[in-house]
T-cell receptor
Framework: ELKVEQNPLFLSMQEGKNYTIYCNYSTTSDRLYWYRQDPGKSLESLFV?????AVKQEGRLMASLDTKARLSTLHITAAVHDLSATYFC???????????????FGGGTRVLVKP | EAQVTQNPRYLITVTGKKLTVTCSQNMNHEYMSWYRQDPGLGLRQIYYSMNVEVTDKGDVPEGYKVSRKEKRNFPLILESPSPNQTSLYFCASSITGQLYEQYFGPGTRLTVT
């Protein structure tokens, strides 16, 4: 059974400082996605990582994927209040019994950026 | 506008009273899925459907049923809800094999007392 572990589960950030969220997974996959969820809202896609060594950046967020280590990181540079949200990683793996894929999510990291 | 809609958005019900949460998408997607979200556990897949009349269990299917009679609709049925099904539910759709472009619905917050 695929396990996807995020840490930390909660991250209190100070504005202007840098932080990293880690996503470890237990089986082979070269597809991993990051999502953002604001309170009471649905999931918003942030990054799609489709190969080993993939790196994507958008504003203060940068995501990378190391498929050999089965690790993805979401790096936050110079945190600002607007980045307060819950962040999820999700690993894309083939279905066992049918053609197609499924997503397995990490437990989420709740980020709170304080002034 | 491409979207996935769910109804109701909020529901408080009692143990044992059958309920249905509807899900509809307007993108002609073959693949649809239901997830439940619980604190610290992320989203877990309940059921998925590869196309009309093709459904299968996800990771946490106990206590739930689904049907896919039309391509656009994928209702989630709780025949006899119990308090442990209190959760936030999301429907999602995508083109088969392109989960990186999965569209999520707005969510349905269900409370079972």
């Amino acid at each position: 059974e695929l396990k996807v572990e995020q840490n930390p589960l909660f991250l209190s950030m100070q504005e202007g400082k840098n932080y990293t969220i880690y996503c470890n997974y237990s089986t082979t996959s070269d597809r991993l996605y990051w999502y953002r969820q604001d309170p009471g809202k649905s999931l918003e896609s942030l990054f799609v990582l489709l190969s080993n060594g993939a790196v994507k950046q958008e504003g203060r967020l940068m995501a990378s994927l190391d498929t050999k280590a089965r690790l993805s990181t979401l790096h936050i540079t110079a945190a600002v209040h607007d980045l307060s949200a819950t962040y999820f990683c999700a690993v894309d793996t083939p279905l066992i019994k049918a053609a197609g894929n499924k997503l397995t999510f990490g437990g989420g990291t709740r980020v709170l950026v304080k002034p | 506008e491409a979207q996935v809609t769910q109804n109701p958005r909020y529901l408080i019900t009692v143990t044992g009273k059958k309920l249905t949460v509807t899900c509809s998408q307007n993108m002609n997607h073959e693949y649809m899925s239901w997830y439940r979200q619980d604190p610290g556990l992320g989203l877990r897949q309940i059921y998925y459907s590869m196309n009309v009349e093709v459904t299968d269990k996800g990771d946490v299917p106990e206590g739930y049923k689904v049907s896919r009679k039309e391509k656009r609709n994928f209702p989630l049925i709780l025949e006899s809800p119990s308090p442990n099904q209190t959760s936030l539910y999301f429907c999602a759709s995508s083109i088969t094999g392109q989960l990186y472009e999965q569209y999520f619905g707005p969510g349905t917050r269900l409370t079972v007392t």
